[in-house]
Nanobody, 124 residues
Framework: QVQLVESGGGLVQAGDSLRLSCAAS????????MGWFRQAPGKEREFVAR????????YYADSVKGRFTISRDNAKSGVYLQMNSLKPEDTAVYYC?????????????????WGQGTQVTVSS
């Protein structure tokens, strides 16, 4: 049973930082891509960042490039999203996801497993 459990969300002010964590369990993820998505109220779920577990190749949405950093810890089976210089428009529920097979790993449809999400709220 694959489980992805996010943590680290909260309420912060614009300009602050947060670090989200995703604990992955239930199988070996060495060939997977791991992604972070977010969904704001009334909006579709959108891609934020992804990393390949094997070589750590990363890709970011333009809206977060230069502010967010995705990383993984193979020993802990953890995936992280360091979010700096947060803006009110970053407010959303953030989801961790895992893709067995993928192309660029930026599409919702490429991902097979999802966490329950963690709320990030950025006040102005």
């Amino acid at each position: 049973q694959v489980q992805l459990v996010e943590s680290g969300g909260g309420l912060v002010q614009a300009g602050d930082s947060l670090r989200l964590s995703c604990a992955a369990s239930g199988r070996t993820f060495s060939t997977y891509a791991m992604g972070w998505f977010r969904q704001a109220p009334g909006k579709e779920r959108e891609f934020v960042a992804r990393i390949t577990w094997s070589i750590g190749s990363t890709y970011y949405a333009d809206s977060v490039k230069g502010r967010f950093t995705i990383s993984r810890d193979n020993a802990k089976s953890g995936v992280y999203l360091q979010m700096n210089s947060l803006k009110p428009e970053d407010t959303a529920v953030y989801y961790c996801a895992a893709a067995k097979t993928y192309s660029r790993g930026t599409s919702f449809y490429e991902y097979d497993y999802w966490g329950q999400g963690t709320q990030v709220t950025v006040s102005s």
